[in-house]
């Protein structure tokens, strides 16, 4: 078991330093530049200018990166858990998702999301934390693709094909498969 | 393009929805044609306009040719009017497009601080003992620097972002211009304050009085019904 935790966890380190090769790849969240949160640790191969350590404010994060990928940049757009990510769902929905289609094609925002599902055996992190929203998102997105990262050697491959997909891909993670993390922080 | 062009295209836009011709919301400019016509002077080709669902004046002073304009808005596009190779980017939620045209003017700054950087570079390089050469040490070519300076002689894109009173009262925007202000952004947030959303007054809504001193901020009295032309139409 132990072994599946860290390749789990290690997998999702390569992909994040991959995803880094990008020229115009930039990470994006709350304690992306810094310690805080879980997936914080998967971020030791990332060169730190390609970090931008943003404050709490989802909705202006996920409209912000919208921005960004429209200038070119390919943003990796961090949330911790899927409760704080619904406050990001305004952007998420009207405008990742819909802007392909109600612009005609004519703007095409590319941005990947993380989110985590946390730990609820053991640690419980409370009616606030510990939901999966992924079924929900799923009924309301339209463009965005969902990948659900349940196993290690899915990771690269999908983070690869995120990163040249034709549109946005939110990615599912699970940290109860994180392992044993650097820095002793999870769910 | 005058204030009457303005309004000879947005009575001729209401007529075609009188006659069910648009089968989607409209939402007519009225009564700012003077202080739009005047903010569009300092926007250049290559800025960003980014607007809410009010937006034909606005497309009209960016170029867009009113045949295509009223070709969209036929379509049934007025609401999220979209132009990507007039930069316009347009959104029927309240609010929505000051989080992304913060997130394009970072881009823009961003990029504009490399090209900084590499003519800096090239200046260090000593341009002009490489002329005639395919290129120096570091890979940088003749025209590789040209281009560069030339860019750099350019007027510096920026992002315009237009917002009604209303949802320059929201949170997320409220947000985005601290963002903007506190990293020195080339972005300019333009109010088009006619005192209404919908047909809710914003300031007593809000308990509030005064302005914001970090906006550009004009008032107006809509000539027009919110949305519609102002009786039923029959589709």
């Known amino acids: 078991m132990g072994e599946i935790l860290s390749a789990y966890f290690s997998e999702l380190c390569r992909a994040m330093a991959l995803l880094a090769e990008q020229p115009n790849a930039m990470f994006i969240g709350q304690g992306v530049g810094c310690a805080g949160t879980t997936l914080t640790d998967t971020l030791p191969d990332v060169p730190k200018e390609k970090l931008l350590e943003f404050p709490v404010a989802e909705d202006l994060q996920m409209g912000f990166s919208i921005g960004m990928a429209l200038e070119g ?48 055996k053991g640690f419980y992190p409370g009616p606030q934390h510990d939901d999966d929203f992924t079924e929900a998102f799923r009924a309301m997105l339209r463009t965005v693709r969902i990948v659900c990262l349940r196993k290690p050697s899915l990771i690269v491959p999908a983070y690869k094909v995120a990163a040249t997909a034709p549109c946005s891909t939110l990615l599912v993670e699970y940290t109860e498969l994180y392992g044993a993390v650097p820095s002793g922080v999870k769910g | ?27 007519l400019g009225g009564g700012s044609e003077r202080q739009l016509i005047e903010i569009f002077e300092t926007i250049k080709p290559h800025d960003w306009v980014l607007c809410g669902w009010r937006s034909h004046y606005h497309c009209l002073l960016k ?95 920026r992002v315009h972002c237009f917002l009604g009173d209303m949802s320059a009262e929201s949170g997320v925007v409220h947000e985005a211009v601290k963002y903007a202000a506190g990293h020195d952004l ?20 809000w308990g509030l009085s005064g302005d914001r001193a970090d906006v550009t901020h004009y008032q107006y009295t809509l000539s027009r019904p919110h949305a519609g032309i102002g009786r039923w139409v029959k589709f």
């Open chain 2, 186 to 205: 080339p972005i300019r947030w333009i109010i088009e304050d006619n005192g209404l959303s919908v047909c809710t007054a914003t300031k007593a809504s």
């Open chain 2, 1 to 27: 393009m005058t204030p009457d062009d303005l309004l000879a295209f947005e009575e001729d836009i209401a007529q075609e929805f009188a006659a069910g011709k648009i089968r989607s919301p409209i939402h």
């Open chain 2, 63 to 157: 170029g867009v040719p009113r045949d295509q304009l009223k070709a969209a808005i036929l379509a049934g596009h007025s609401v999220s009017l979209c132009f990507p190779a007039h930069r316009i980017l347009c959104s029927g939620i309240v609010g929505g497009i000051a989080p992304i045209a913060v997130g394009l003017a970072w881009a823009i700054k961003q990029r504009r601080e490399a090209a900084v950087e590499a003519a800096n570079y090239a200046y260090d390089s000593h341009i002009d003992a490489i002329e005639g050469q395919d290129v120096d040490a570091h890979g940088y070519s003749y025209d590789d620097m040209v281009a560069t300076s030339n860019k750099l002689s350019d007027a510096p894109e």
């Open chain 1, 73 to 120: 940049v390919l943003p990796v757009c961090i949330f911790p858990r899927w409760n704080f990510l619904l406050c990001a769902a305004n952007q998420i929905v009207n405008h990742l998702d819909r802007l392909p289609i109600y612009s005609g094609g004519g703007y095409n925002p590319r941005v990947i999301i993380r989110v985590a599902t946390p730990i609820t």
